[in-house]
């Protein structure tokens, strides 16, 4: 038997090695075949190596043939192996809302929140005791918004509003023009209300309202 070649020295005798490329041809023809004038041929055996084999003559076009064969299952490996599972698909995590930016009424409206339960005084404009129209300069000063001091002035600043389009913060005028409050939401009105009371929220309904008036 002749010699071969491999990525890896194999030790199996090329006796062993010739006998078994022959009985591989003889299970693909059927026959044993018997030693006649041989030539030298290569048979690539996938995973294993490449024999340099004499094989007889008229086996030559045998060999090639399962070499051709060898080859072919092979290269159809890979697709017979199962497909590698489908991944789920992950939609990416949704990112969180920039924090809304404060304006001046949501500033204002904290500002007078702290303000809750502080005794009503005329003509008191904090920090301590308000009137009706000092609570709202007050608060909207904390917003770095200067308001004039009386209801009746407040009552033509900023913007007009509807009363079904209030939003906290919003300036709100009552009482004939004589009251003025910060819209709280809800139909609520947070206010320095008259003497002898705190200030506090107190129910807002349509026909309280002379004008309301948003400061943009």
Excluded at 147 to 175: C, K
Aim: net charge neutral; with cysteine; charged share 15%.
């Amino acid at each position: 038997m002749g010699k071969h070649s491999l990525q890896r020295e194999s030790k199996l005798p090329n006796s062993v090695k010739g006998a078994l490329v022959m009985g591989t041809l003889a299970a693909t023809t059927g026959t044993m075949p018997a030693i006649a004038s041989a030539a030298t041929t290569t048979i690539d055996v996938p995973g294993v190596g490449k024999f340099d084999v004499e094989v007889p003559d008229q086996y030559a076009a045998q060999a090639e043939q399962l070499n051709q064969q060898l080859n072919q299952a092979l290269e159809q490996a890979p697709k017979m192996m199962p497909g590698a599972p489908a991944l789920p698909n992950f939609a990416p995590p949704a990112m969180p809302e920039p924090p809304k930016q404060q304006t001046a009424a949501d500033i204002a409206l904290e500002a007078a929140k702290t303000k809750v339960g502080a005794m009503y005084s005329w003509g008191a404009a904090g920090p301590y005791n308000f009137d009706c129209s000092g609570l709202v300069q007050w608060a909207y000063k904390q917003a770095g918004i200067k308001l004039p001091r009386t209801s009746f002035e407040q009552s033509h600043v900023g913007a007009p509003v509807a009363f079904q389009n209030l939003r906290p913060g919003d300036i709100v005028i009552t009482n004939g023009g004589g009251h003025v409050g910060m819209y709280a939401g809800d139909g609520l009105l947070l206010n320095a209300v008259q003497s002898g009371e705190p200030v506090s929220y107190t129910n807002l309904s349509p026909d309280d309202v002379v004008t309301a008036r948003r400061i943009v």
